[in-house]
């Protein structure tokens, strides 16, 4: 079993990957979210890249939910923004909700072309790693990143994941180093992730808790898949 991992999404490619398994990462906020819509009971989650597309899919299904952000806000005329907390059970529950954000729905579909994708936060760790260890696919983990460019929170989460197959997976130099990064953090990971940059533009717009959820590990024992343009969820 191979794992590599893409920084950003950019460096995804999809003849490489074809084989693997892929675990998409948005740690603020778009996997955790997803991860918290399937764990109460959502029906589907449809991700796409622009509001367009969504606003689409409303006009020909008034009953779905819009969900997402642009600038980390909610999208005016959508029903949920991007944080964790509004997707509660009451809200969900049999739904179907379309999803498009900067940065995470994007890493989605970009990694479509893999065999297998799995959306994965630090709150859903343990469960995504039960599946992978179940199937012993090759993974390639891919961080969605922040408008095309390195983000730390992701890095760590792959990093984490890397950790967490050291003994038993061949690590790429990628999943080395985010290995590395996971390692020296991990004691302390809420107060320094606090500081990286999107977290830091997340708490300047009110959503401290937001980041406070997003960075703690394995509190939902559920596998978010996305397959054939749609992402369903099995409950461990």
Do not use: W
Request: aromatic residues 6%; charged residues 20%.
């Amino acid at each position: 079993m191979n794992i590599d991992i893409c920084f950003t999404p950019n460096d995804f490619d999809d003849e490489k990957y074809s084989k693997y398994s892929a675990v998409v990462i948005d740690v603020l906020r778009a996997t955790t979210s997803i991860a918290t819509a399937c764990a109460n009971g959502c029906k589907e989650l449809i991700p796409v890249r622009t509001v367009a597309e969504a606003n689409k899919l409303k006009a020909n299904n008034p009953d779905i939910l819009l969900a997402g952000e642009r600038e980390g806000l909610l999208i005016p005329g959508f029903n949920l923004g991007n944080s964790p907390f509004e997707y509660t059970r009451e809200q969900v529950a049999s739904k179907t909700i379309v999803m498009t954000t900067t940065n995470g729905t994007l890493a989605l579909t970009k990694a479509s072309a893999a065999q297998k994708v799995y959306a994965m936060a630090f709150v859903n760790a343990a469960a995504i790693t039960s599946a992978l260890q179940q199937q012993q696919d090759d993974v390639v983990i891919v961080c969605a990143g922040s408008e095309g460019r390195f983000s730390l929170e992701d890095t760590l989460c792959a990093g984490l994941l890397a950790e967490r197959f050291s003994k038993t997976a061949k690590l790429s130099d990628t999943a080395l180093a985010a290995q590395a990064m996971y390692r020296d953090f991990a004691a302390e990971l809420l107060p320094r992730v606090a500081e990286s940059s999107h977290a830091s533009y997340l708490r300047s717009i009110g959503f401290e808790q937001d980041v406070m959820l997003c960075l703690q590990q394995d509190t939902l024992s559920v596998i978010p898949v996305f397959e054939n343009g749609t992402i369903t969820a099995c409950i461990k």
